[in-house]
């Protein structure tokens, strides 16, 4: 995750979602850690510390928890294969926007669809490798 999506979680470190799962921050600034958590902070270009995150991960998957910026330059370097966009029916006018890339993306391929009663919608791409990929039972 980016900055300022850390600084939110900071705001209220008991409520620190991940536990132990080891948590990569990307910052140029000095951040406490959260007792007990497993974070590491880093910064400069995404591509050079990508294989150090996947090796953490062992065999699990690695998500990236936002901000738009950094998942941006994540998918620039071609290192995202998989998409969850929520989208809420709700206008706001203005806004930042999703995913700030250099260029554009190829298109990604659908993979699943789940709406709520709420009126969310989650849409799951797939991109590069994950296009033809099978969503999840
Ligand atoms: N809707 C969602 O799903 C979702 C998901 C995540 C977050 N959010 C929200 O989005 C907001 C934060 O988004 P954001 O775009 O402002 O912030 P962000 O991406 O979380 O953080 C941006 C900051 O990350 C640091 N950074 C980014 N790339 C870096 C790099 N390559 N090397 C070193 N540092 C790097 C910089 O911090 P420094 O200034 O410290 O260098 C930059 O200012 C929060 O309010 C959060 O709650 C929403």
Same mark, same amino acid.
């Given at each position: 995750?980016g900055?300022?999506?850390?600084?939110?979680?900071?705001?209220?470190?008991?409520?620190?979602?991940?536990?132990?799962?080891? &948590?990569? !921050?990307?910052?140029?600034?000095?951040? +406490?850690?959260?007792?007990? /958590?497993?974070? =590491?902070?880093?910064?400069?270009?995404?591509?050079?510390?990508?294989?150090?995150?996947?090796?953490?991960?062992?065999?699990?998957?690695?998500?990236?928890?936002?901000g738009?910026?950094l998942?941006?330059?994540?998918?620039?370097?071609?290192?995202?294969?998989?998409?969850?966009?929520?989208? &809420?029916? !709700?206008?706001?006018?203005?806004?930042? +926007?999703?995913?700030?890339? /250099?260029?554009? =993306?190829?298109?990604?391929?659908?993979?699943?669809?789940?709406?709520?009663?709420?009126?969310?919608?989650?849409?799951?791409?797939?991109?590069?490798?994950?296009?033809?990929?099978?969503?999840?039972?």
């Amino acid at each position: 995750m980016g900055a300022g999506t850390y600084r939110t979680l900071l705001a209220v470190p008991e409520s620190w979602p991940y536990g132990k799962i080891p &948590v990569w !921050v990307f910052t140029r600034h000095e951040f +406490p850690g959260i007792s007990g /958590a497993d974070i =590491t902070f880093v910064r400069g270009d995404v591509e050079e510390f990508h294989p150090d995150i996947v090796y953490d991960a062992g065999e699990k998957n690695v998500l990236l928890a936002g901000g738009a910026n950094l998942a941006g330059q994540f998918m620039d370097c071609g290192l995202i294969d998989e998409m969850f966009v929520t989208v &809420v029916p !709700v206008a706001l006018g203005a806004g930042r +926007p999703m995913l700030p890339v /250099a260029r554009a =993306t190829q298109p990604g391929a659908l993979l699943e669809t789940r709406s709520e009663d709420t009126g969310l919608v989650q849409l799951h791409y797939g991109f590069g490798d994950a296009r033809g990929r099978q969503a999840p039972a």
